[in-house]
């Protein structure tokens, strides 16, 4: 990738301030892997963004309730609401709700 795609990515990258960046993986595509820190119960958020060779994001997911519209927003995206597996269906190996 040249140095001009990786530029791209890190500028994006940098307006999602609130996330704290960890790893990414990828050839053609690379899709970088970071964490929302929660205040109110200690956990943490994913968020993954996906580049294309360009430097473009493609698409992007997390786990976020509170940030969700404003990355959206951010990387110039159509919000679509994270919806609880739970809700979905039910496997042995979901993390449940607190419903302190």
């Not at 473009?56 to 969700?68: C, I, N």
Request: hydrophobic share 40%.
């Amino acid at each position: 990738m040249e140095q001009i795609q990786r530029n791209v990515i890190a500028n994006v990258l940098k307006k999602l301030s609130f996330v704290n960046w960890d790893r990414y993986f990828g050839e053609k595509e690379l899709t970088f892997f970071g964490w929302i820190n929660r205040e109110k119960d200690n956990y943490k958020d994913f968020v993954t963004v996906v580049f294309n060779n360009k430097g473009l994001v493609v698409s992007y997911a997390t786990s976020s309730a509170e940030y969700t519209r404003e990355i959206a927003e951010i990387l110039n995206f159509y919000h679509l609401p994270c919806n609880r597996i739970e809700y979905f269906c039910d496997l042995p190996n979901i993390i449940k709700e607190d419903k302190k």
